[in-house]
């Protein structure tokens, strides 16, 4: 059983309800369930293209989007962080102390197996368990 698990989500896929299922199973007496999306920015000179208030607009959309998808489970809380996707939930569960780290997978094609998927990365440098659902 955990304590601190981290429920990684995409805004642009739905909210998976054996994730939330699959979380509080794992979760200990007392635990906490914690959503986070990772806001990936902008990247080199595409940013040059970008007003400071669209970059802020799309960051608030993204915070709202992810407050909205976990309104309606009242023992999950939600945190948006920025960074690169496998890197900052890695940085995070560590931040937090968090015991396992609960993310999506899908059937891996040749991009994955060269460039590696955000899960094979969090699988890589997890600091903690790391549970993968496909």
Known sequence: MYQKI?????????I?????????????????????HVYEPLQGSASAFV?????ADSLQHAKDALAKRVADQPDVSSELIK????????????????????IGSHKPGLRDFLL???????????????????
Do not use: N, Q, W
């Open 116 to 134: 590696g998927s955000t899960s094979a990365r969090v699988v890589r440098h997890a600091p903690c368990s790391v549970h993968v659902l496909r």
């Open 51 to 55: 007003s400071a208030e669209a970059v």
């Open 16 to 36: 998976s309800e054996k994730a939330i299922e699959v979380a509080r199973v794992m979760k200990s007496d007392g635990g906490e369930i914690i959503a986070i």
């Open 83 to 102: 960074g690169h996707s496998g890197r900052a939930i890695t940085d995070y569960a560590a931040k937090i102390g968090a015991d396992c780290i609960i």
């Open 6 to 14: 981290i429920l990684a989500l995409s805004l642009e896929h739905g």
